[in-house]
């Protein structure tokens, strides 16, 4: 069965840093592109940054481009998504999803970033 | 970026009736290898976003054969036979045409 668990979240001042992390199981990680999607309150989906299977590309949202990092390591399953210089906007469910040509099929539970003071 | 665009339904919808869920794209996602790249996700009320129908009309395996998608290049319709309390929650219409993927407004469904 396909998991995705996603994990780091909580609450982070303006400026600062935070790590997300999605350990994966039940599939061959490493033979699959991997994304993140995030849903602020009150809002829609959104795209957040995808990732290649052997972590050379990497795709952004511009107004994340810069101050996010999506990565992975394929020998533990688990993708990252380093956020730096938060932003009130960036407040939101954040979920981990696998990326199949070209649809998400799979979703984690997400978990929840606020940026605040 | 390409915009998707979708309608807000008339609710709430009486149980057993059927409903219909429309989205737009701001440019055609019809893909030269003559794939549609537009995509439908629900989101239940405290749950994860669920794979309903991928490439316009596909729909991913374990959905409920009342879900039915269609449409042209830019102009889109997620159809729900005989509504179910199940089936309560938001609708997104997703195109993965080009990056950035972007994703409609949502669709709320509400039973009566």
């Known amino acids: 069965e396909v998991q995705l668990v996603e994990s780091g979240g909580g609450l982070v001042q303006p400026g600062r840093s935070m790590k997300l992390s999605c350990a994966a199981s039940?599939?061959?990680?490493?033979?699959?592109?991997m994304a993140w999607v995030r849903r602020p309150p009150t809002k829609g989906l959104e795209w957040v940054a995808s990732?290649?299977?052997?972590?050379?590309?990497?795709y952004y949202r511009d107004s994340v481009k810069g101050r996010f990092t999506i990565s992975r390591d394929n020998a533990k399953s688990t993708l990252y998504l380093q956020m730096d210089s938060l932003r009130s906007e960036d407040t939101a469910t954040y979920y981990c999803a696998r990326f199949y040509p070209y649809y998400f099929d799979y979703w984690g539970q997400g978990v929840m970033v606020t940026v605040s003071s | 970026d390409i915009v998707m665009t979708q309608d807000t339904l008339p609710n709430p919808v009486p149980s057993g009736e059927s409903a219909s869920i429309t989205c737009q794209s701001s440019k055609s996602l019809l893909h030269s290898n003559g794939k549609t790249y537009l995509n439908w996700y629900l989101q239940r009320p405290g749950q994860s976003p669920q794979l309903l129908i991928y490439?316009?009309?596909t729909r991913e395996s374990g959905v409920s054969d009342r879900f039915s998608g269609s449409g042209s290049g830019t102009d889109f319709t997620l159809k729900i036979s005989s509504v179910e309390a199940e089936d309560v929650g938001v609708y997104y219409c997703?195109?993965?045409?080009?990056?950035?993927?972007?994703f409609g407004a949502g669709t709320k469904l509400e039973l009566k």
């Open positions: 490439w316009m009309s």
């Open positions: 990732i290649s299977t052997g972590g050379g590309t990497a």
């Open positions: 997703q195109q993965f045409l080009e990056y950035p993927s972007t």
């Open positions: 039940g599939f061959t990680f490493s033979s699959f592109y």
